[in-house]
């Protein structure tokens, strides 16, 4: 399993290995953060890795945050989006150790 810095499954996703390699690997500029945020990287990976030195969210304490909860995947239901945070989340901490 190739798990994202937000706890997203690289290796399961529709872009992996097409536009996208991975946002450990291109250092959180994906294709949609290059399209879509002022900063050209992904709020998640900039917050984790950049700015805290976290090898991704499931080392900070503050899991899920603001941001986490609200980079919300335009094309799904909000339901969907509350049930993927969960699943997100524990993967996350458990590889944080």
Not at 51 to 80: I, N, V, Y
Request: with cysteine.
């Amino acid at each position: 399993m190739i798990l994202s810095t937000c706890g997203l499954k690289c290796d399961e996703c529709e872009f992996y290995n097409k536009t996208c390699s991975g946002c450990r690997n291109v250092m959180g500029a994906t294709f949609w953060a290059i399209e879509m945020m002022p900063a050209k990287v992904c709020p998640l990976y900039d917050c984790a890795v950049n700015q805290r030195g976290h090898k991704d969210c499931g080392e900070c304490a503050e899991l899920p945050c603001a941001t986490f909860l609200q980079m919300k995947d335009p094309a799904t239901s909000d339901e969907e989006h509350q049930r993927m945070i969960g699943i997100r989340v524990d993967l996350l901490r458990a590889t944080a150790n």
